[in-house]
């Protein structure tokens, strides 16, 4: 685990769209996580992080913190 803080970015589904067409440019393709965002906030949150989440246009972006780190 983490020692202060935990910084944690991945696509949305805008985003996911934007890399399955060029992942398929490649010939390849990418595997979904098995545990989604709201599932890894609710596990950061039930350790006793606090947790702050960052929406952008294609990505999201996970700010975990433990006790009074700024």
Not at 53 to 63: A, E, G, M, R, W
């Amino acid at each position: 685990m983490t020692k202060n803080k935990l910084i944690i970015a991945d696509i949305n589904k805008r985003g996911e769209r934007i890399m399955d067409k060029v992942h398929k440019l490649d010939g390849h393709s990418h595997e979904p996580s098995k545990m989604s965002l709201k599932e890894t906030e609710v596990f950061l949150k039930d350790a006793g992080m606090k947790v702050k989440s960052y929406k952008d246009t294609c990505q999201i972006v996970i700010v975990a913190k433990k006790g009074d780190v700024r």
